[in-house]
């Protein structure tokens, strides 16, 4: 079932990506992505996963071998996970809430290398509600900031960010598309106008509210001679609430070695977002949108956890690549999964009354029993000194503490 998720034919695929481009050697490349999702989706060490696939009978190879080809297969992979992407929007439709918007959450996470000088990797990604899958990602290194215009946005979509995408660029790129936007508000660096063109003084308005009370007023922003209206929506934090908030502003202030202005840390007291939605969706209602944000924070804890997604075991660039491409593409069959067995469909106002943590552990067992099946117990016990070298790991330098005990006792 899992092979009919994929393309038809992929030995087509891998020429055209430049993965098989002899005809010698092992050419089946469906033997070769079993041999890529049982290294990654096993998060199974090189010499494991040449040894599980010996003792399973599909192929007899080196480690290196492996690892050489997992290099080159960075272009396919990413093609395979473009396509299970594709499939996932043919599936869901346009539209699973009857309230003619396909709401987007869009964040980025940072995946880092072995070391303290290993290249830190960012994973751009777009989560869809309510079908909590992904429709978009990108992988880059840190030095790529988390932009809106990296995303491609349509027309009946809503787009929802924290303050980091918060930059006039973005924005502007989310109105021209014609999707709308529900983005936490950075005043410092988004300016805004007010409808007549005037400075708008976000901290001497947000000062009126009352508390436990959500305001809203009618803003527009300047962008290459265009404006662009926004309505600006606020509420006042609990005294516990924007404590914490001014002691993360402070914490933010001090990691980047700059003072925090009286100005910021009273503006920290409150949630401030701009939307493009439609006067419909009340102030109230716009700031509990932006609460299901937090799903796709959600979604990148599952990932780093559940799929061990948050350490890149890899130590040059186009390995490390590879290998976060092959893990793209198990989350994707993991989310595909889900789908078929109905478990992520809307299914009412009770759509999340379930949990995803959950589901997707369940669904993870089911698929590794695919992607990495074990070895036969019998196969185990009876050759287990032989199995053996395949889980060393040589640390001349850096012994392990039970090496260190063996060699006081032994003396």
Known sequence: MVRGWLPV?????????GFLRRRRGFTDPELWLRLFLLHVGG????????????ELGWIQLSAMTLLRRLRQAEGWLQELCAHLLDEQQRLWGQDSWPSAYRVRLIDATDIQEPGSLGTPWRLHYSLRLPEMGCDHYELTDTHQGEKLVRFPFHKGELIIANGA????????HVRDSHADLLLRLHPRLFPLQ????QIFDVLEQVRRLPKHSAGEW???FAYQRRIYPLRLCAIRLNAVAAARARQR?????????????ARSLELAGYVL????LPPRFTASQVLQLYRARWQVELAFKRLKSLLGAGYVPKTTDPSARAWMQAKVLEALLLERLLWEAGLVRW?????ASHSQWRLEQEGRDVLLGVLAPALELSTFLSRGLQLRPAFEVRRPGRPMQLQKASQIMIR
């Open 9 to 17: 034919d992929l030995n087509a695929s891998a020429v055209v990506c």
């Open 249 to 261: 502003a402070q914490r933010k202030a001090q990691g980047r070695g700059e003072p925090l202005s």
């Open 43 to 54: 998060n199974l060490s090189l010499a494991q996963t040449v040894l599980r696939a010996k």
């Open 347 to 351: 299914q009412g106002s009770d759509c």
């Open 194 to 197: 007010s409808v007549k063109g």
């Open 218 to 220: 009618q803003v527009r």
């Open 165 to 172: 995408y918060c930059h006039l660029a973005g924005a502007a």
């Open 273 to 276: 977002v701009v939307t493009s």
